[in-house]
């Protein structure tokens, strides 16, 4: 766990957080900043700053925290209506905070290309 991560601290419960999902390995809450209805952010509670660093270290958590994505999908009730899966790795990527996270985002029609 990091000291100065955000996500580390909502971890840790010093950051508030509103948790939709919860496992012993990720953790999945709404996002402040919300892109879109639902906008909802899973994470791996061990620190890794991207998706790449995670899945090369632990594949597995890895497919825990795309487990998880569709958990909270689930728990949003955009589970039938679709959503999207977006993970941010690296500065180009626009990813701001450099702990491994997944965007769940739902809840009104997405468009292509996203970028």
Not at 26 to 45: E, G, N, T, Y
Not at 61 to 84: M, Q
């Amino acid at each position: 766990m990091s000291t100065d991560c955000l996500f580390c601290g909502i971890v840790a419960r010093t950051v508030p957080a509103t948790v939709v999902h919860e496992t012993d390995t990720v953790l999945a809450f709404a996002d402040i900043d919300p892109q879109a209805p639902s906008h909802l952010l899973v994470i791996p509670k061990e620190h890794y700053p991207d998706a790449a660093t995670m899945a090369a270290a632990d594949p597995r958590l890895a497919g825990e925290v795309l487990a998880a994505a569709a958990e909270a999908a689930k728990a949003a009730a955009i589970d039938s209506t679709g959503y999207r899966l977006v993970f941010n790795t690296g500065a180009d990527a626009n990813q701001t905070v450099f702990h491994a996270h997944c965007h769940v985002l739902g809840g009104r029609r997405m468009s292509w290309p996203p970028g």
